[in-house]
């Protein structure tokens, strides 16, 4: 999501999902899967999410990835992402049972218990200890929707105050950067101050493929475990019909308000760049920041210290190049839970040391090179996708998801700019076969438009694995981010 390959537009996006927007008085999660895409813009990587509807529905595809290039700092539009909106639900779970899935276990997988493969209750990663670490924990999520969702829990602070209020189910996004939380995940006694902007204070319109989320800028205390990013500049994510200034015509325009989400009460972005937009320190077109007093908003440029920051590169610790995700292996069938490591440096002390890990560099939007079956594809690793994407025409689908009649071994070779080269080997689930209460599967699906060359690694490339994201230009043992490496 950083860096100078072309703009990839919403409207050349692949299928989209869209979520429910905030209720009133009642707490709406943010979807991780309604993540903002690229580079110098405050959206994220796709993230293909699959949501389900409680225990009978199939999940349905998420991508957080916001548009545009993080690292470098022009602006661009929101990449795909791949949620699968609550209200679709019903939707998928009709589509599930065309193709002899959902909670009937049937078609060709038809030994399967009733909502798919017997799967585990729970699987977890050895225990890593250090100030520097928090539990990720992926499950369903606060609706019981989620799949392929790494949680951790954020406390968010009163700016130098013991005010503070622990939000559990904030997504970890290595495809997007800052902490964007529900206003309903902070009580009224936790004061966030506004952000001033040119007389007003300032908000954000975050656009996505699937539409845009509203909400203002605001100063906290981020800690995660023993780290601490003070006066920190967060995005709460607001509903504009209970609170706020009217929805600016030029945010309007981008979709429909996707609000916060079900399933997660937030996003937590840890991916390449320091800023959510770059660009947007130097011009008010990209329609991204606004000056808003009272009702009015005007479009504003926000510099760099007032946007929503990545909390990592903010530590007051050693711990800010980049951080590192430690996730268990997941069996065929999926897991109701599967809880692994959120761990923050890279190289800076005993338990984030590199060690026979590959380094893959990235280029200014955050992709290498992956071939899969001869085909040359732009790869990239992103932790709020919830499920690998690339294009088969082998695999029968079940919406966006493939369903194959068995689990399907693959392998693909991915290539850094560096020329470090990896055979990487996954497989692929049918998502009418998986468990029906699977909080973690290995499930692929397709994209489409300006994605259809893409190879969209998501949660399941990180199962059995630890993955390094360095932070662009931060100096690492391997050399300066952007990079992945595992």
Request: proline share 7%; glycine share 16%; aromatic share 6%.
């Amino acid at each position: 999501m950083v860096g100078s390959l072309p703009a990839r537009s919403a409207a050349a996006a692949g299928p989209v999902v869209r979520r429910a927007g905030l209720g009133a008085r009642q707490p709406q999660p943010i979807r991780a899967g309604d993540r903002p895409h690229g580079r110098g813009h405050p959206l994220h990587r796709p993230h293909g999410r699959l949501r389900r509807a409680r225990l009978a529905a199939a999940p349905a595809a998420r991508r957080l990835r916001p548009q545009g290039d993080a690292v470098s700092g022009a602006r661009t539009l929101p990449r795909a992402q791949r949620w699968l909106a609550a209200f679709a639900a019903g939707a998928s779970a009709l589509v599930i049972a065309a193709c002899g899935g959902g909670g009937g276990g049937g078609g060709g997988d038809s030994t399967a218990p009733p909502g798919g493969a017997a799967g585990v209750d729970s699987v977890a990663a050895a225990t890593i200890a250090g100030s520097n670490v928090v539990q990720i924990r992926v499950d369903n999520g606060t609706d019981g929707s989620a799949v392929n969702s790494p949680f951790v829990t954020v406390t968010v602070c009163a700016p130098g105050s013991a005010t503070c209020v622990d939000i559990d189910h904030v997504v970890v996004d290595t495809g997007s950067s800052g902490l964007r939380i529900a206003a309903s995940a902070v009580p009224a006694g936790v004061v966030l101050p506004a952000e001033p902007v040119g007389g007003g204070n300032a908000w954000e319109c975050m656009q996505f493929a699937s539409g845009f989320s509203w909400g203002s800028v605001r100063r906290a205390d981020v800690k995660l475990g023993g780290e601490v990013a003070a006066n920190l500049p967060v995005q709460v994510v607001d509903d504009p019909a209970v609170t706020g200034p009217s929805i600016p015509v030029s945010c309007r325009s981008r979709g429909f308000d996707i609000g916060a989400g079900q399933g997660a009460k937030g996003i937590l972005g840890v991916g390449f760049a320091t800023e959510d937009c770059p660009g947007c320190s130097l011009s008010v077109a990209p329609n991204v920041y606004f000056n808003c007093t009272g009702a009015v908003c005007n479009s504003a440029a926000l510099s760099l210290a007032s946007q929503v920051t990545n909390p990592v590169a903010k530590f007051a610790s050693a711990n800010t190049n980049g951080v590192g995700i430690v996730l268990p292996d997941v069996p065929e069938g999926g897991a109701k839970v599967a809880t692994g490591w959120l761990i923050f440096g890279i190289g800076t002390q005993a338990n984030n040391a590199l060690g026979s890990a590959s380094v893959y560099t990235a280029d200014g939007n955050g992709n290498f090179t992956t071939t899969y079956k001869g085909a040359t594809r732009s790869g990239f690793i992103d932790s709020g996708s919830n499920g690998l994407f690339f294009n088969d025409s082998t695999f029968p689908t079940c919406g966006d998801f493939y369903c194959p009649g068995s689990t399907t071994a693959l392998s693909a070779v991915n290539t850094g700019l560096n020329g470090t080269t990896g055979t990487v080997n996954f497989r692929v689930e049918s998502v009418t076969a998986i468990r029906s209460d699977a909080g973690a599967a290995s499930i692929a699906g397709s994209v489409g438009g300006g994605l259809a060359g893409s190879f969209d690694w998501g949660l399941p490339f990180f199962f059995g694995r630890t993955v390094f994201t360095a932070r662009s230009g931060a100096a690492t043992p391997a050399g300066p981010g952007p990079y992945w490496a595992y």
